[in-house]
Each structure stands twice: as C-alpha cells, then as structure tokens.
C-alpha cells in the first residue's frame, strides 16, 4: 500500500509540474508620477511661519505636474503549461511628483509673486504580487499581467526653490511622514526577446495622502506611468 501511495504522490508532483518553469529576471524601471484627486495641484506656494524653529514649507505639495522617477526590482514568476503567469516583484523607486510655485507668503502675510517649482520624493519599498498570461508573437513573448502594489514609505521630503522678479530668492526643505503605505492597483506588459524585455505599466494608488490631516476632507492619490528594461537572468 505504502508502494502504492509513494507513487501516486509521485506521478501527481509530476503531472502538477509538467509544462511548467520558473523564471527570474531583474528590472530596471523609469517614467512619471503624479498626484490625482480635489487636492492635487498644479500650483501652490511656499510659505514662511511665524513661530520660530518651523522652517519654510510648500502650502500643497501634492503636485499633479509629472516628473521623472525611477525604481529597480526583482522578480520571480511562474509559467504555467496552459501559459498563465503567477509571481512577485520587489523592489525600490523614487516616485517625485511636482507643483509650480506662484507666490510666497511671508512672515507679515504679503503675498510676493514668484516663479519656482517644488518637487516632492517619496522612497518607497514596493512588493507586488501578479497574475495574468502570456501570449506569443513570431519570436516575442508578451506577458500581460495584474495585480495589488504595496509600497512601504522610507523617507518623504520636499525640496522647492523659487525667484521673485525683484530677485529675492527663496526656498524650502521639509519632511513628510504620511501615509506609512501606499496601496495602488498595478497593470504592467512586457515584451520579451530571448532574455531581455521592453516594459511599460500603471499604477493606480487608492491610499488617500491627506487622510490624517484634520479639517479637511481633500483627497490626493498617487499614479505611476513607468517604462523600463527587463533582464531575464535564469529559467529553472
């Protein structure tokens, strides 16, 4: 009997792996971000506080203007017979999104025309599992996939410089420390050739960056439009 289940496990594992092969492959990945939602911005300014040990900070920083980002990655997915694709990527990127600055507000509350901009990076920590299939074309391999993003938040900061036309310079250089996650809904395709691949996706954030900020009921979410490079590194 013992025979005789030893090898029905057996030829189950083996009938369950048929067809199947795991593939690891490094990514390199650039593109735009943003901000979307009432409290996106295009434009915003650069405020002085009164209370001394509060430096100068950026009224709205959530800008809706894309700016470059990147990120690297790796990944490891499987290839099933029937050609669907199970995985996960990990990885890290600089999301910087950006607001044109039009105005100062000093510490007597004069509003000083200026012309700047603010850019804002958020570091993150980024782990997204996926599904989906892969379809082939002549010679290339075009895996469509979807799924969940996480992404852990390592450091938030605001760098913003901006003139006046009489020449007074300003600038500013703040922390941010929300939201701890950031939670967006991912959509990638890559092209494959032999072991390199062209890739391009979308991530749609649902976590809402103003939530813990009191008296307000704005929302502004992060998207990504990436393009990059992938580098099939091993098929086992």
């Not at 009432?38 to 300014?45: Q, V």
């Not at 310079?169 to 991912?186: I, K, N, Q, V």
């Not at 103003?210 to 008296?215: A, D, K, Q, T």
Request: net charge neutral; charged share 15%.
């Amino acid at each position: 009997m013992k025979k005789y289940t030893l090898f029905f496990l057996c030829a189950l594992g083996a009938h369950l792996g048929y067809g199947q092969q795991t593939e690891v492959s490094f990514h390199l990945n650039s593109g735009a971000a943003n901000f979307r939602g009432s409290a996106a911005a295009a434009n915003s300014s650069i405020v002085l506080p009164h209370q001394a040990g509060t430096g100068p900070y950026t009224s709205n920083v959530y800008g809706s203007r894309l700016t470059f980002s990147y990120g690297v990655a790796g990944q490891v997915q499987r290839l099933a017979a029937s050609q669907t694709l199970l995985g996960v990527q990990a990885g890290y990127e600089q999301l910087r999104s950006r607001v044109q600055l039009v105005s100062v507000v000093d510490r007597t509350n004069m509003v000083v025309p200026v012309d700047g901009k603010t850019i804002l990076t958020n570091s993150f920590a980024t782990v997204h599992p996926f599904f989906g299939r892969r379809f082939r074309l002549s010679e290339l391999q075009l895996d469509l996939t979807a799924g969940p993003e996480l992404g852990l938040l390592l450091h938030s900061q605001e760098e913003g410089q901006a003139q006046s036309p009489a020449g007074g310079r300003y600038s500013s250089s703040h922390g941010h420390d929300a939201p701890d996650f950031d939670l967006r809904g991912r959509l990638n395709l890559t092209a494959y050739y032999q072991k390199v691949g062209l890739s391009v996706g979308y991530s749609y954030g649902v976590t809402n960056y103003r939530e813990s900020e009191l008296g307000t009921t704005e929302e502004a979410y992060s998207q990504v439009f990436r393009a990059g490079l992938a580098f099939r590194l091993a098929e086992l």
